[in-house]
């Protein structure tokens, strides 16, 4: 198997980004391979394996510690061994995540969407919902007017009822006029979404991964720790970028979406790489039953479907 310089070069880049923001990390290695394989491993393994990445083990303990904390993880401790899962919390919220970031169809829309005026709040529960919500894609429509491109309610729900604010938080539906122009519209979401910065992104992501597909697949098989470390680093800089995604439909997006190409990037790598690296995870990871179980079948459905 190949072992490939421009994946070692990718490692390093990442190794120098200050400040190291590890608990991000160890969120894209729970939610792209613990939660697939038994959603456990012990804190041992996760210390060696992201060693290359540039943690060591004090960060590693610190991070694990914080997201304990925040309620994204947590703790089982067999005899000396301490394992960690993604809490009910911290699955739920990457399994809502997951949706975007291993899907391949965006929304039809029907030209409806969902406003949500939370003026009642006080300003630190206003700012938690408003950060909440633009991870699900919503919008700044106006100041206090947040707003979504679509009329689909159950992960706003879920939200507001986790941060147990729907009592006092104002949804409504709006429906475009036919009055309004198609470049009005598209005007409107490239403003307010900021899809400039956005799209600015996505070609920094484009510009960084197309030469290592291109290296992966003129090597054809590559070293299985590599496939692992390449599929992370994948994952974990697209859902950074997802971050700030507004998962607007076609409708509302730029000709030629930078996002588009993005999206097909990924899926491509991931599916060339993706068998290497479940074999690097089953081979050296362990949770308490011994090594990681086999990935659930719900991963192989990732991005249209993988073999």
């Excluded at 969120?27 to 060696?48: A, E, K, M, P, Y």
């Excluded at 510690?65 to 911290?90: H, K, P, T």
Aim: positive net charge.
């Amino acid at each position: 198997m190949a072992h490939l310089p421009p994946i070692d070069n990718l490692l390093q880049q990442f190794c120098r980004r200050k400040p190291m923001r590890g608990g991000s990390l160890i969120i894209t290695l729970f939610g792209d391979s613990i939660s697939q394989h038994g959603n456990q491993v012990w804190l041992g393994d996760v210390i060696q394996v992201l060693k290359p990445f540039g943690m060591n083990q004090r960060l590693v303990r610190t991070s694990v510690y914080r997201l304990i904390q925040e309620g994204w993880l947590q703790a089982q401790q067999v005899g000396r061994r301490s394992y960690y899962r993604f809490s009910d919390f911290g699955l739920r919220h990457y399994q809502r995540a997951a949706t975007r970031i291993y899907g391949l169809q965006r929304q039809h829309w029907d030209n409806q969407w969902t406003l949500v005026i939370p003026s009642q709040l006080a300003d630190e529960q206003r700012e938690a919902l408003r950060k909440e919500l633009l991870w699900l894609g919503y919008g700044a429509l106006v100041p206090g007017v947040l707003a979504y491109p679509g009329g689909e309610h159950q992960a706003l729900a879920e939200t507001l009822q986790e941060l147990g604010v729907g009592d006092r938080v104002i949804v409504m539906r709006a429906q475009m006029d036919a009055i309004s122009t198609a470049d009005s519209v598209k005007q409107l979401a490239y403003n307010c979404w900021k899809l400039n910065e956005l799209e600015a992104r996505y070609r920094d992501f484009l510009q960084q991964f197309r030469p290592l597909l291109k290296a992966v697949k003129a090597a054809g098989q590559v070293d299985d720790e590599q496939c692992f470390q390449l599929r992370t680093l994948l994952i974990h800089e697209y859902r950074r970028i997802l971050l700030k995604d507004t998962e607007l439909p076609l409708a509302l997006l730029p000709d030629n979406w930078e996002g588009a190409l993005a999206q097909e990037l990924t899926a491509e790598l991931y599916r060339l790489v993706h068998r290497g690296a479940l074999s690097f995870i089953e081979g050296r990871l362990q949770h308490v039953g011994g090594s990681l179980p086999p990935a659930r079948a719900e991963y192989f459905l990732r991005f249209g479907g993988l073999r």
